[in-house]
């Protein structure tokens, strides 16, 4: 199976929200977000299926992610409620693309509403390399994690933020990744050189803009965690969302 794009098209309002490109994420600080939603339609085009919102927090790799039943802002609202809630840091600015899910007036006047208020820009249309670190979340955290299979029930959506719950404690305060810092070419080779592995975590932890009583509100978390224990309740959830799948 392979997974379907359902970006479509929404002028008018786009054109008064900003473009941010691929080049302009250096030196981001955590809060900076970018959004996008991956279907759950199981290799057919429809939009009668459901939807993961993910977001990812630029500077950290930092990945939060909510089932949805539909891509109507309502749910776009919750699940962006929800995730407010899970992270650790404070929501300063939301890039997603140019999907209708999205470029609506319902996300302008969210943003408009919070206090602080939310920055909100979009990628140029085409353009997936402007939203290039939550796509890359969409295929590591939730293509590998649950497939391209359908999932449309009321019971699969619950399992599925069960898992994602779950996941996300693994994948944010343990998990380590690398960032890319410098690429040089030599003819036709290539060297990539990278940072030290990091966990979203430790990255936060390792801020100089992070308050204190943030950091200590991760090290307790952490601390309370047992990653044994998380990767067992990984896999119970993941079977329970295959026996879904094959009833």
């Not at 977000?33 to 993910?54: I, K, R």
Request: glycine letters at 8%.
């Amino acid at each position: 199976l392979r997974g379907h794009c359902y970006t479509r098209p929404n002028g008018g309002l786009k054109e008064s929200i900003p473009v941010r490109t691929f080049g302009e994420w250096q030196d981001c600080s955590p809060g900076d977000c970018q959004v996008d939603t991956v279907g759950h339609d199981g290799g057919m085009l429809s939009t009668e299926c459901s939807f993961t919102l993910c977001l990812t927090d630029v500077y950290s790799g930092w990945t939060e992610r909510y089932a949805m039943q539909n891509r109507a802002f309502k749910w776009v609202h919750m699940g962006l409620e929800v995730i407010r809630a899970s992270i650790p840091f404070t929501l300063r600015h939301l890039h997603p693309d140019n999907g209708s899910e999205f470029i609506n007036y319902g996300l302008v006047d969210y943003c408009k509403g919070q206090v602080p208020v939310i920055g909100l820009s979009r990628s140029r249309a085409g353009k997936k390399n402007d939203n290039c670190h939550v796509e890359q979340k969409n295929f590591d955290t939730v293509r590998k994690l649950v497939g391209y299979a359908r999932y449309s029930t009321q019971e699969m959506l619950a399992t599925l933020n069960d898992l994602y719950a779950v996941h996300g404690l693994l994948l944010n305060y343990f998990y380590p990744s690398q960032e890319l810092i410098m690429k040089t070419r030599s003819g036709s080779k290539v060297t990539k050189k990278y940072d030290p592995p990091q966990s979203p975590a430790d990255r936060l932890l390792g801020h100089p803009a992070v308050e204190e009583h943030i950091k200590q509100v991760i090290r307790a978390k952490r601390q309370s965690l047992d990653p044994l224990d998380l990767s067992a309740r990984v896999d119970s959830l993941s079977t329970k969302l295959m026996r879904l799948l094959s009833q």
